[in-house]
T-cell receptor, first 108, second 110 residues
């Protein structure tokens, strides 16, 4: 079945440093979504990417979808303490499959 | 709009007991999902529904059952609870685009 892998599992950064999480699928995806889950909270939708090579930005967050539509990345520039949480990708190939997430902690 | 609501928030069950986790959405979404999230892990799909009267298995359906008699409600039934079912359960609904998640039910089976 479809597998979605995310790396790294954990990332600890100093406030102001950049952060990147990567998502890789075993199959070609029709789209990929990104969600953020704050500690103790529930996942909240951030964005959806559909086109090969697509790049979207939300303030300090940059999302990319690979040319082969099998991988994606989320990059945060100059992290802030409000960025802490777990970032999940969800790749759709028929059904959506969530990766295991990358948990970001930020030292002030 | 309340969005997606789940009850109860917390529950402790003894091995072999059964219970129903309730999920209701007021957004008139056709798609609804049940996930479980084990500590430090991602979301595993248990069951999903594409509309009232239609349900299908996800990745980890064993030990669970669902029904979808209305658009709004999608209860998850646990029969014969086992310690392996200790987890946080999230219900979600979707209009076919993003998924909206409920606050979750934290279930412990002892």
């Amino acid at each position: 079945g479809q597998q979605v892998m995310q790396i790294p599992q954990y990332q600890h950064v100093q406030e102001g440093e950049d952060f990147t999480t990567y998502c890789n699928s075993s199959t070609t995806l029709s789209n990929i979504q990104w969600y953020k889950q704050r500690p103790g909270g529930h996942p909240v939708f951030l964005i959806q990417l559909v086109k090969s090579g697509e790049v979207k930005k939300q303030k300090r967050l940059t999302f990319q979808f690979g040319e082969a539509k099998k991988n994606s990345s989320l990059h945060i520039t100059a992290t802030q303490t409000t960025d802490v949480g777990t970032y999940f990708c969800a790749g759709r190939a028929g059904k959506s499959t969530f990766g295991d997430g990358t948990t970001l902690t930020v030292k002030p | 709009n309340a969005g997606v609501t789940q009850t109860p928030k917390f529950r402790i069950l003894k091995i072999g007991q059964s219970m129903t986790l309730q999920c209701t959405q007021d957004m008139n979404h056709n798609y609804m999902y049940w996930y479980r999230q084990d500590p430090g892990m991602g979301l595993k799909l248990i069951y999903y529904s594409v509309g009232a009267g239609i349900t299908d298995k996800g990745e980890v359906p064993n030990g669970y059952n669902v029904s979808r008699s209305t658009t709004e409600d999608f209860p998850l039934r646990l029969e014969l609870a086992a310690p392996s079912q200790t987890s946080v359960y999230f219900c979600a609904s979707s209009n076919g685009y993003e998924q909206f998640f409920g606050p979750g039910t934290r279930l412990t089976v002892l």
